[in-house]
């Protein structure tokens, strides 16, 4: 056998420079992946938008560790999974919500606000920002949402949210600046990561949301109601989908209640104004 000697590859100038920042982008994507998988990136991170367009060598690095910190994310309870299945009509709603009653615990009545950047950087990122009100303004909640994955009645979406008093959440709806700069962590990552400097409200819609226990989960019936028409739907988040969805749908069946998958969020059909 010959000996040989390895070969040197020379890099030209540019390579080098490219081979050097796609180098530093894979380590800062990897120490992202670690801080999520120990519970500590925000959800900014999941959806930050890059400061200039990546190189393809780039993007297969970034994808590969934006994968790696979403299953890390998920895992420790950064991604939210439900179980959204559809129900028909007021009549399947009530006989489900009927059968349900032993479990009873409670109705909120919810308002639902939303709001993009005034040159659309949050929709274009698929990133949803909603102000929402529980029973007049008992309590507020801010969250963001990215993007969510709605397959065969599950849905799976990065969430993160914090609360906020409800009077000032009032003033969000006339003078959208105010939620802008909050000065929360929550929406100084979400202004640093998209870069919004505006924010516009998009309106809303109403939902009646009931909630029981049963089966040691917490099933909320929903009744989402648009200027155009109504909707019904049965939720419930679960670290186990795909079994919880077979349960459901063998009692929902045994009731004789009629349902299918949903295959469309709330918010799509607000901004679509559609009622899939």
Known sequence: ??????????????????????????????????????????????????AKKPTVAQRIGLQQAAAAAAAAGEQEGMVEVEVKLRLPDAAAHAKLAEALQPGYRATYQQENFFFDGAQQELSKERVVLRVRFYNGDQKAMITVKGKQVLKDGIGRAPEEEEPVDPALARQFLQDPAKLLNLGTPLLENLKSSLGVSQLVCLGGFNNTRQEFEWGGHTLELDETKYEWGTLFELE????????????????LSGLGVPHSYSTTTKFANFRNRTLF
């Open 1 to 50: 056998m010959l000996n040989r000697k390895p070969t040197r590859i020379e890099l030209k100038a540019e390579d080098k420079e490219e081979y050097e920042a796609v180098k530093a982008e894979r380590q800062q994507a990897q120490l992202q992946a670690t801080a999520a998988a120990a519970g500590k990136a925000p959800l900014s991170q999941l959806f930050r938008a890059p």
């Open 236 to 251: 419930c988040e679960t670290a186990e989908p795909e079994r919880l969805r077979g349960e459901l749908e063998a009692f």
